[in-house]
Every structure is written in C-alpha cells, then in structure tokens.
C-alpha cells in the first residue's frame, strides 16, 4: 500500500471519533507531553490502538493522539512522535504528517527537546525555529514523489512560517516570557553529537540541535502545510561543558519548563 493509501486510511479511522477539522496539528516533543493536560478531550487515542501506526518507543513519549480544544481552537495533539533513530523508516516518521495533512489540518506545529549550540542560551530557553539545517537528515521525500501528497520539487525557501513566527512572537509578548529565535541543526543520533560536531554545527551557523522535527517539516511543507516549531533547550550540546549529556537531563528540564511552556503553546494556538 502507498504512503497515500495508508494515511487516507487511518483518516478514515480518525474521522469517525471527531467531526471537525482541527486549527493545528501539534506534535510534543521529549519531556513536553504536560501541554496534553491542557487540552479539553474529545477523543484520545492509543498509537496502538490505530491500525497502521507505528508506536512511540522512547521514555518521555507517551504514544497518544488526542483531539480537542486548547486556547479555544480545535486541535490534534500527538503525545510521541517517531524518530527516525528509532529505526524507523522515512515513510513510518511521516505518516502522521500525511495523515494530518489529508485531514485538511492548516498548521504543524512541532515542538522538541534540543541541546544549545549557541553558547548564550542556557537551558530551560525556548527557541522559536526561524530555519533548519537539514544536511544531516536522509531525504524523506527521496522515491517516486506522489503528486497527490506534494510536487516533486518543493521550496523550502520558507520552511517555518513567517506568519507563524510573527504569531508566536507575538504570544511570548502577551504572556511575558523572553524567547530566543534561531538555527535549529538536525543530527540523527541516537547518541548525542561530539564536541568537533557541535564546533561544525556552529560554524555553519545552527543554534541548537536535535533528533528529530527536520524530516517531519519537510514532508508537511511539501504537502501545503503551514509549519511552526518550537524547541526546548534542555541542555548545552557537546563540549561546552565539561560533563557528559543524558537523557535523564533533558527529560528533567522538560519538567522545569513544563508550566512556561505550555502555557506559551497555549497562547500560540489561541492566536491562530
Ligand atoms: N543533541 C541532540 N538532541 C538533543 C539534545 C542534544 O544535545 N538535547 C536534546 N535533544
């Protein structure tokens, strides 16, 4: 079955436990789940419980897709996303993608845990995402190209809104809060990068790096997708501090911005 098979599929599964088109599909990253507790449910659904979804694997993913309303506006939030260092396949990461995609949903919002190249931030910093430095991401759109998902050729002159960056720019004023915007670098781990690979990454200008969010954006701007994401400095990348990273640490500081953040994607989605 194609890619557009299986994600008009699942579609048709999802539609039958909401009758509206969500404002925004948002995706929470590593130790950002606790936005979900702000959405009032319509339907929550297990991965595993959708036929043809692949299933979160990673501590701190909890591997639900809930629907309802946050900040007044219908959205679809996945609690867990696939990376791609979970072994699955370009097709497996951006699935959900299509399926928000075919849904008619307007805007991606992808959110990440990330680690700081640039040495001014400091963990606990959100940073909007203003571009992406996706060298080091394998092609998602390599194959045949689907002209019912996209065109074969996209632009990804203007990956990240510039519209959504002016709204979540915007919401950082009303509630208050300092946020940075920069140059978010795509390593596909599992294992954090090495001090020589973050000095490169910050010659070639990124501000934070992470595992994640490169191959999704991609597959959503080629399908007409609005895209926004937000990433969580959880800690300082490789070499900048003389201690070893670990997951336990980026999961720790989801938990210190928890409140700061989910009251920032709050804010943003009742801006839409
Ligand atoms: N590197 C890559 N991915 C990450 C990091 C990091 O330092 N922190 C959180 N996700």
Do not use: W
Not at 49 to 64: C, L, M, N, Q, R
């Amino acid at each position: 079955m194609s890619l557009f098979e299986k994600a008009i599929r699942i579609k048709e599964i999802l539609e039958k436990r909401i009758d509206y088109i969500p404002d925004a599909a948002i995706v929470l990253g590593s130790g950002l789940g606790a936005f979900s507790n702000e959405i009032q449910v319509d339907a929550e659904i297990d991965y595993k419980d959708i036929e043809g979804f692949p299933v979160s694997t990673v501590k701190g993913h909890a591997g639900k897709l809930i629907f309802g309303t946050a900040g007044g506006k219908k959205i679809a939030a996945m609690s867990g996303r696939f990376h791609l260092y979970e072994g699955y396949s370009p097709e497996e990461v951006t699935l959900p993608v299509r399926v928000f995609q075919l849904m008619g949903i307007p805007n991606y919002i992808v959110t990440n845990a990330s680690g700081a190249v640039n040495t001014s931030y400091k963990p606990g910093d959100l940073m909007i995402i203003e571009d992406h430095i996706g060298f080091f991401c394998p092609s998602v759109l390599a194959g045949e190209n689907d002209e019912r998902l996209g065109i074969r050729f996209p632009s990804m002159s203007e990956v990240y809104s510039k519209e959504l960056i002016h709204i979540a720019e915007k919401a950082a004023e009303n509630i208050d809060i300092k946020v940075k915007k920069g140059i978010y670098c795509y390593c596909k781990g599992p294992m954090f990068e090495t001090p020589a690979e973050i000095r490169a990454a910050r010659i070639l200008g990124a501000d934070a790096v992470g595992m994640s969010t490169v191959p999704e954006v991609i597959s959503a701007v080629h399908g007409n997708m609005r895209v926004l994401g937000i990433s969580c400095i959880t800690n300082m990348a490789a070499g900048i501090l003389d201690q070893p990273l670990t997951h336990a640490e980026v999961m720790e500081t989801g938990k210190m911005v928890e409140e700061k953040f989910s009251a920032f994607m709050k804010e943003i989605v009742s801006l839409l």
